[in-house]
């Protein structure tokens, strides 16, 4: 189903009050302190298991590191993914938890054998081949930084084009979506942290009130993703994830931490985030979805300055980013937590989705073409046969 749009009043928060951004203030909102769980289903769809076989962790520090604009290592390694040419696939799903690449992990091919990395940064690779389709999953961990080396380091080592379907998990804001769903959204806003606020005296505060400088979050406006990449992500999870669990077509958001940007309240810090919850609610249209990473992947697609076309290495000596061509993405969340209830999923809910939707993730990106031209060459690739 596609999410409905939520409606809110068009005071300070709103998307009309700016030309850039704008601000989160208000009156604290009243919290349900009621805690109830969602009970788990049965794990009825695991696939068939084979071993992934571990290949340790790459340790980049010992290592000379060159070029300080873009490092990367002698053997042409990323610094950060510890990545180089023929280890990622030019389609990518992407997580957060390495426990969910693993599990996912096992629905790859059992030939050829399949390449698993962990580096020094916490970034752990698998690639292989789906239904012969080669595929990397990659887990990164969380935050926008964590993203950022992510999508900028693959797109370094990966000739062609990157179609990248992220698979995290989130928080709901609204009841109608409760916790132990699949969403997949359309659009994705900024939340970060107006550090200025924080410095300001209370007779500033006052000042700027309901202007983007007395706000202690500021708010971007959404970015969308590559809609066809959307659809096609939404029919292949309402085909592998249980049916009415998945809700489509929504606006999305990602803040710049967990606690309070998220507006989680914590005693032993001053962060001014009481209201943060209600007044994401009074937007309109407001967000239903909430996490830290998939906004920063909307917007690397969007600034991506390469078009689908003939690839080449770079012809600037100094460089070490080789790939271009378009980078179209999208992403789905399975709703952990209950913003506004208090539920938390179980931990048997999160295990059957996480197969589930992994397997929808997979079957949507081989489903995706991509030109010959386009396609990083199988010489020398960890998921090339031996006999190609």
Known sequence: MKVPPSSGG???????????????????????????????AELDDAPQQHQVQPS??????????????????????????????????????????????????????????VFELTSQRGFTTFTGCYLGVPVSIVAIGMGYPMMDFFVREVRAVVTGDLIIVR?????????????????VCSRSLAIWTNYDYFQLSDQERDEFRGTPAGSPYLMSRPIGCDQ????????????????????????????????????????????????????????????????METTHLFHLAAINQHKSGPTGESTEPDSFCQGKGQIRVAAAHITFAGRISGDFIEPEMVEKLEFQAGK???????????????IHPVENCVWASPSS
């Open 10 to 40: 068009s005071g300070a928060g709103s998307f009309d009050t700016g030309p850039h951004r704008a601000s989160l203030t208000g009156p604290a909102p009243a919290r349900r302190k009621q805690v109830r769980h969602i009970l788990p």
């Open 56 to 113: 340790g962790i790459q340790d980049d520090m010992k290592q000379t590191i060159l070029d300080a604009n873009f490092p990367f290592t002698e053997d042409r390694r990323t610094y950060h993914v510890a990545l180089k040419h023929g280890e990622v696939a030019n389609r990518v799903l992407t997580v957060g938890d390495h426990v969910r690449a693993r599990r996912i992990a096992k629905f790859l091919d059992s030939t050829p054998k």
């Open 167 to 183: 698979l995290g998990s989130c928080g709901t804001l609204v009841p109608e979506i409760p916790v132990g769903r699949v969403v």
């Open 228 to 291: 066809i990449l959307h659809d096609a992500l939404t029919d292949n999870l309402e085909r592998t994830v249980d049916k009415g669990l998945v809700s489509s077509d929504a606006l999305h958001s990602s803040a710049d931490t967990f606690y309070a940007g998220q507006g989680r309240l914590d005693s032993n810090f001053m962060d001014h985030n009481q209201a943060l919850l209600e007044n994401l609610s009074k937007l309109d249209p407001s967000p239903v979805t909430l996490e």
């Open 360 to 374: 929808g993730c997979l079957e949507t990106l081989i489903s995706q073409e991509i030109d010959q031209i386009n």
